[in-house]
């Protein structure tokens, strides 16, 4: 009998490493250095020596692990804010901005994998926001009229019409056709990586940097074995260290939950394998995988870390396998119509909770020539692809568009 595999992120526990880079060894300069090898990092690198930027990409570990190997790599148009929550935060004509803008880097994400031409297990699907509580159902359908007016491609489905569809309980939810995807983070971060290199690129893995001097002219970056990069300017994209060095007021940590299945036979009960999300608090997610497997996460935790302690100081295993069985109650609960059905895959992982779901991208005053990519989170891939377009735009001074979107001061968490 199999047993689950605990702690090792099914993305880079089922891949090989498709390529191996080399640290550091040497002085070198470069136009733009990006610090931080996931998905955000490897998104700005590709942008910009896409764009012809004679780009350095460094990561202190491999390429593509910490928060990247442990994400769902859902991309969605909307996230962990509905549409009448984000107007509430930041007004109408901004969070209507927000949804649209995540569909085009939804748009771009399809193209770039069309370009690389590799395998990264990159699916448009459908996606079904729901709520299975009667005193939850007017919200939704307030939810889907507002956005029906501004011509989302949505469809309410009240309990009757969604039992048609799904095996689970629903007293009503937004359908919304072509406007969600799902990607293999790690396999898709190895291609951008690979392609940035075939363009000039060079990429140093175990290469941490420990001092960065910032000055008017450009900045230096000294690696832990003392060798330097000069550039003109630093992308810091490596997350949780990003939002600790310049946001730490005004984000929260929190770690979510996912179990991978082993592959089943069939869907019965899932409407077109479409991207499944509750309106709990904590939610869950559900989406399939290429080989047929099944990821359900959430349950986010605010006071369980990615190490499974809390307060980041005692070590709760209890607690932590406590998440890991409910979401494997939820599953089977809800995919009734699923026959076999046995979790394969436990891993968490903790991302960065800005407060309205948005990104932090751009620079801060006593930081020159740093631009911080700060894109955690549940929508982290799409925030990414938006924000590795505005930095390249803002080093090359062309419109940096939505840049209001993501600015740091934009509310207090």
């Excluded at 939810?173 to 971060?189: C, D, K, L, Q, V």
């Excluded at 699923?338 to 909770?353: C, K, L, M, P, Q």
């Excluded at 932090?360 to 020159?368: I, K, N, S």
Aim: proline share 4%.
């Amino acid at each position: 009998m199999t047993q689950t595999v605990v702690n090792a992120p099914y993305w880079t526990e089922t891949a090989k490493i498709p390529s191996q880079y080399p640290y550091l060894s040497e002085d070198i300069t470069c136009e733009i250095a990006v610090v931080g090898g996931g998905v955000t990092g490897a998104l700005c690198a590709y942008q910009l020596q896409k764009a012809g930027i004679d780009t350095v990409l460094v990561d202190a570990e491999l390429f593509g692990y910490g928060s990247t190997g442990s994400s769902s790599s859902i991309l969605q148009y909307d996230f962990d804010y509905e549409l009448k929550g984000l107007k509430e935060l930041i007004g109408i004509e901004k969070a209507v901005r927000t949804y649209r803008a995540c569909i085009r880097g939804l748009d771009e994400i399809e193209q770039i994998t069309k370009e690389l031409g590799a395998n990264v297990g990159f699916s448009r699907r459908d996606s079904f926001y729901y709520t299975p509580c009667e005193y939850g159902a007017e919200r939704m359908r307030q939810e889907y009229l507002l956005r029906r007016h501004h011509d989302f491609p949505v469809e309410f489905l009240d309990s009757e019409k969604a039992a048609e569809r799904f095996s689970f309980r629903v007293e009503a939810g937004i359908y919304t056709s072509g406007m969600a995807g799902e990607i293999n983070p790690y396999r898709f971060t190895q291609a951008l990586i690979g392609e940035a290199v075939e363009l000039g690129m060079r990429a140093y893995e175990n290469t941490p940097v420990e001092v960065v001097t910032p000055d008017f002219d450009g900045i230096t970056l000294e690696t832990k074995r003392h060798h330097k990069i000069r550039a003109k300017k630093m992308v810091n994209a490596t997350g949780i260290a990003a939002a600790r060095e310049a946001a730490r007021h005004l984000v929260q940590l929190k770690t979510t939950f996912c179990v991978v299945t082993a592959p089943v036979e069939d869907f019965s009960g899932w409407y077109n394998r479409c991207i499944i999300r509750d309106d709990g608090d904590p939610y869950i997610y559900l989406r399939t995988l290429p080989d047929n497997r099944i990821l359900i996460g959430g349950l986010d935790s605010c006071h369980i870390d990615e190490n499974g302690k809390l307060a980041r100081l005692i070590k709760a295993p209890l607690s932590v396998q406590c998440k890991y069985t409910e979401l494997e109650h939820r599953l089977f609960s809800m995919m009734t119509g699923i026959s076999n059905i046995r979790a394969e895959y436990h891993f968490s992982g903790t991302s960065v909770d800005t407060g309205d779901g948005l990104p932090y991208v751009g620079t801060l005053p006593g930081y020159p020539n740093v631009y911080y990519d700060i894109c955690t989170g549940s929508n982290g891939i799409v925030f990414g692809q938006l924000a590795a377009d505005l930095i390249r735009d803002l080093y090359l001074g062309g419109d940096a568009t939505d840049m209001d979107l993501m600015v740091f001061d934009r509310l207090k968490f």
